[in-house]
Nanobody
Framework: QVQLLESGGGLVQVGGSLRLSCATS????????MGWFRQATGKEREVVGR????????YYVDSVKGRFSISRDNAKNTVYLQMNSLKPEDTAVYYC????????????????WGQGTQVTVSS
């Protein structure tokens, strides 16, 4: 089992920034990479980006490239999502998730999920 706990969500104005954290515990050696997903009301959950624990390659969905960045602190088993230049369409519940697969971008490829944290961008 891998336990994930997100934090850092909240209400922010358009153009503002937030940093989400995802603290992991448990069988973290089972995890190859961590992904960030989001789900807006009435929409399907979508991938935001992904970072591997032991490699520096990252992946971002086109809609957040240049605005969001994912980083990790292996010593703390924690992954971060820095969100800048936030837009109203970024409003969603954000989830972190763990995968054993290389290059995973689909929700079905992730086997452990956090409880989610709400991000609301007001105009």
């Amino acid at each position: 089992q891998v336990q994930l706990l997100e934090s850092g969500g909240g209400l922010v104005q358009v153009g503002g920034s937030l940093r989400l954290s995802c603290a992991t515990s448990g069988r973290t050696f089972d995890s190859y990479a961590m992904g960030w997903f989001r789900q807006a009301t009435g929409k399907e959950r979508e991938v935001v980006g992904r970072i591997a624990w032991s490699r520096d390659n990252t992946y971002y969905v086109d809609s957040v490239k240049g605005r969001f960045s994912i980083s990790r602190d292996n010593a703390k088993n924690t992954v971060y999502l820095q969100m800048n230049s936030l837009k109203p369409e970024d409003t969603a519940v954000y989830y972190c998730a763990s995968t054993r697969f290389i290059g995973a971008t689909q929700t079905d490829d992730y086997n452990y999920w956090g409880q989610g944290t709400q991000v609301t961008v007001s105009s």
